[in-house]
Antibody, heavy 125, light 107 residues
């Protein structure tokens, strides 16, 4: 059973960089065709997909966040991370790491099948 | 980008009621539509993937249907543990997108 756990500071000052790490157990992030993702949830915007990193190391981001986001992996630690620069109060949210997996029958139906518990990040001076 | 719109935003229902939630996409997502349940303080959990496929362990009172741009999640007989917020999500293309959620509360 795959388990994900977010870690990182709960408070970040405006204009600084938000950095979070997701530690994965029960699966190797370098194996399979899974997308290792970050999703955030704020009261004002609901669930918002930020982006993912693929086992090859390539990443894809939400266009509106692309200029500020980096998602990368540390395979030796079985971790992947999120960096979000120049944060403002609008980036205050619960941040989830998640695995986007696929169905065993066709391999075509992707969905978020495993989630971390989430970590609250507040942007405030 | 594909926008996902759910209706209603909230609904009140009683145990045993049949509940239907609708999700509309701003452009076709073919069959790549998933449904999640979220309870307070917890991460979302998948109920249905690929429009109508029930995730392992999810009760059969949950079902999904639709195609293209209009989809439905149905709970055939609402149980006490089903009071939660439900989200649709498209996995047809990037950026992935979620609906704004439908909160199911006790009448």
């Amino acid at each position: 059973q795959v388990q994900l756990q977010e870690s990182g500071p709960g408070l970040v000052k405006p204009s600084q960089t938000l950095s979070l790490t997701c530690t994965v157990s029960g699966a190797s992030i370098r194996s399979g065709s899974y997308y290792w993702s970050w999703i955030r949830q704020s009261a004002g915007k609901g669930l918002e997909w930020i982006g993912y990193v693929y086992p090859s190391g390539s990443s894809t981001y939400k266009p509106s966040l692309k200029s500020r986001v980096t998602i990368s992996m540390a395979p030796s630690k079985n971790q992947f991370s999120l960096k979000l620069t120049s944060v403002t109060a609008a980036d205050t949210a619960v941040y989830y790491c998640a695995r986007e997996g696929y169905d065993s029958l066709t391999g075509l139906l992707y969905y978020f099948d495993s989630w971390g518990q989430g970590t609250q990040v507040t942007v405030s001076s | 980008d594909i926008q996902m719109t759910q209706s209603p935003s909230s609904l009140s229902a009683s145990v045993g009621d049949r509940v239907t939630i609708t999700c509309r996409a701003s452009q076709t997502v073919t069959r790549y539509l998933n449904w999640y349940q979220q309870k307070p303080g917890k991460a979302p959990q998948v109920l249905i993937f690929g429009t109508s496929n029930l995730e392992t362990g999810v009760p059969s009172r949950f079902s999904g249907s639709g195609s293209g741009t209009e989809f439905t999640l149905t709970i055939s007989s609402l149980q006490p543990e089903d009071f939660a917020t439900y989200y649709c999500q498209q996995s047809h293309s990037n950026p992935r997108a979620f609906g704004q959620g439908t909160k199911v509360v006790i009448k």
